[in-house]
């Protein structure tokens, strides 16, 4: 059974850090892309950021672009989101999902797949003093 | 970034009915359109992949269709446990975008 298990979600000061983790087991995880997704209270869903399944191609959106880093430990099967200079927006669930990628791609890249088809249950990221 | 819509926002209805919720992507995403059920308090679940391949487990009352840019997910006849927040979300291209929801609810 394919399994993903987030932790480190926590409250912090606006302008501190965060590391997220993302606990991955039941599959081959360095043949897979992983994202992360967010979503703030009572809001939609917003994707953040991907990572390939080597970790040679990374994605973010504008929002969290110069202040999130995703990366992933292939040794571990665990992925990662350092989040620095936080803000009160980024005040959200945050949930890591396996990419549903196309039979066959490349794991070095980023491209069209079918979405997300694993979830883990999500980590609570409160920004504020 | 590719904007994705959803019409309508919410829908109220009765168990047994056929619910219709369409998307709408700003540009043409060929098949590469997902649509994701979420409940209260829980994680999305992935639905429909590929515009309309059921994923497994999903109970074929739910339908997808559609091409380019205009999509549809379709509750043939709706079931007590389908009362939820439904999602679509292109995976064409970077960034993944997602439409902002539409919640279905009891009448």
């Known amino acids: 059974e394919v399994q993903l298990l987030e932790s480190g979600g926590g409250l912090v000061q606006p302008g501190g850090s965060l590391r997220l983790s993302c606990a991955t087991s039941?599959?081959?995880?360095?043949?897979?892309?992983m994202s992360w997704v967010r979503q703030a209270p009572g809001k939609g869903l917003e994707w953040v950021s991907g990572i390939s399944g080597t970790g040679d191609s990374t994605f973010y959106a504008d929002s969290v672009t110069g202040r999130f880093t995703i990366s992933r430990d292939n040794s571990k099967n665990t992925l990662h989101l350092q989040m620095n200079s936080l803000r009160a927006e980024d005040t959200a669930v945050y949930y890591c999902?396996?990419?549903?990628?196309?039979?066959?791609?490349?794991?070095?890249?980023?491209?069209?797949?079918?979405?997300?088809?694993?979830w883990g249950q999500g980590t609570t990221v409160t920004v504020s003093s | 970034d590719i904007q994705m819509t959803q019409s309508p926002s919410s829908v109220s209805a009765s168990i047994g009915d056929r619910v219709t919720i369409t998307c709408r992507a700003s540009?043409?995403?060929?098949?590469?359109l997902a649509w994701y059920q979420q409940k209260p308090g829980k994680a999305p679940k992935l639905l429909i992949h590929g515009i309309s391949r059921l994923q497994s487990g999903v109970p074929s009352r739910f339908s997808g269709s559609g091409s380019g840019t205009d999509f549809t997910l379709t509750i043939s006849s709706l079931q007590p446990e389908d009362f939820a927040t439904y999602f679509c979300?292109?995976?064409?291209?970077?960034?993944?975008?997602f439409g902002p929801g539409t919640k279905v609810e009891i009448k």
């Open positions: 999902a396996k990419d549903f990628d196309r039979v066959g791609v490349v794991p070095t890249a980023l491209g069209p797949n079918y979405g997300m088809d694993v």
């Open positions: 540009q043409d995403i060929a098949g590469w």
């Open positions: 979300q292109q995976a064409s291209t970077l960034p993944r975008t």
């Open positions: 039941g599959f081959t995880f360095s043949n897979n892309g």
